[in-house]
């Protein structure tokens, strides 16, 4: 049982599930859903559309080259059982897996490093704006005894 990736969006095509398009010159596509079939029946470009994953490495949001993409690739080899074999590929591919999962957070770390020195700016220029709306604990203390004091004054005319 192999899951496929969908062509449009590079996401799983699991066995029964989803779309296939095969083309007169004997070529497959594999779709994961009806959005993507529709997408490419309509000739759209998947590296213009913010949702495929296409888009998110041309626009450098995740990782385009790294070592551990070798591991999924296809391989159409067939390999004869063997218990030991399947039981050493399972736990290296768990590690792969631990392996890219680091990267990912490593390269997304690195992506948002610039954006708390935007946030803080954004919230200082938002501060500045409304600068007049902000007042400082000590100006309220002194409202309020102000006000306490003309209540005193006008309960002793009273």
């Not at 070798?70 to 067939?78: A, K, M, V």
Request: proline share 3%.
């Amino acid at each position: 049982m192999r899951i496929e990736t969908c062509y449009v969006c590079s996401g799983p095509c699991y066995p029964g599930h989803g779309l296939t398009f095969f083309r007169n010159d004997a070529k497959v596509f594999k779709f994961c859903r009806s959005k993507c079939h529709k997408t490419f029946k309509n000739k759209l470009n998947p590296r213009k559309l913010r949702w495929t994953k296409a888009f998110r490495k041309a626009a450098g949001k995740e990782m385009a080259m790294d070592t551990s993409f070798d591991f999924e690739r296809l391989r159409n080899r067939p390999v004869k059982y063997d218990r030991e074999l399947m039981k050493t590929t399972v736990r290296a591919m768990e590690r792969v897996q631990k392996v890219k999962e680091a990267r990912e957070k490593r390269f997304w770390d690195k992506r948002m490093e610039g954006n708390k020195e935007l946030t803080k700016e954004r919230e200082l220029a938002e501060v500045r704006q409304g600068l007049d709306l902000i007042v400082s604990p000590l100006a309220q203390e002194e409202m309020q005894k102000v006000t306490q004091k003309a209540a005193t004054r006008s309960k002793q005319k009273a």
